[in-house]
């Protein structure tokens, strides 16, 4: 079936996302064994006690499925 997904939109240099040579409109569809569909669901997942922990996300590049580690990093503060 067609995957469903979170595509990042950017990647900073130096970020949890650049150190697991993801880029840009790569689409994350799991974190963990948990499918990825939105980011409002992965949010939960990257905050608390993930953050600074190692993880395995799934992401799709190019049409084939790969799995990457990445440490899981703060989230930067939004401005309003």
Not at 9 to 16: A, D, H, Y
Not at 26 to 39: C, S
Not at 56 to 65: F, H, M, S
Request: aromatic share 2%; proline share 4%.
């Amino acid at each position: 079936g067609q995957e469903t997904g979170q595509v990042l939109l950017s990647v900073e240099t130096g970020s949890p996302a650049d150190r697991a040579e993801l880029i840009l409109g790569d689409m994350m569809v799991g974190f963990e064994g948990h499918p990825v569909r939105r980011m409002d669901g992965l949010i939960p997942l990257l905050s608390g006690e993930a953050v600074g922990k190692s993880a395995t996300i799934r992401v799709l590049r190019a049409g084939r499925v790969e799995e990457r580690a990445i440490v899981v990093g703060e989230r930067a503060a939004r401005g309003r």
